[in-house]
């Protein structure tokens, strides 16, 4: 890959995680706030509750995806970006463009997906 491209994805890839990092901060700090709330009324109770639990489902999905864009800045410092981590196979432009974070060719991805790929991590 050249360097030009390769700069745009390490730009890109900083900027997806810095923005993760403000989600995720906002997030926890609202979680928190749900807590301090003295609410009385048992409604208000279950609303808070869920309102905790699909703010912990997204905060958790999105640590994930912060896991895997420092991943991904680890693998262009190492020189190994955009190659399948896998199988060793280049990983496709077109899907590097929409998950620049990617650490699978779309073969093995289907096959992770499928509970098929031999991970060594």
Do not use: H
């Amino acid at each position: 890959m050249d360097k030009k491209k390769l700069k745009t994805y390490q730009e890109r890839l900083i900027t997806e995680r810095d923005a993760l990092l403000g989600v995720v901060g906002r997030t926890e700090d609202y979680g928190r706030e749900a807590d301090t709330e003295a609410t009385q009324d048992p409604a208000d109770k279950a609303s808070n509750s869920y309102t905790k639990e699909l703010l912990f489902s997204q905060s958790t999905n999105d640590r994930l995806i912060l896991t895997q864009i420092e991943e991904a800045l680890e693998r262009i410092e190492d020189e190994e970006y955009g190659v399948c981590t896998n199988c060793g196979n280049e990983i496709g432009a077109k899907r590097l463009e929409a998950l620049p974070w990617v650490r699978y060719c779309i073969n093995c991805q289907e096959l992770a997906e499928k509970g098929q790929l031999d991970e060594e991590e």
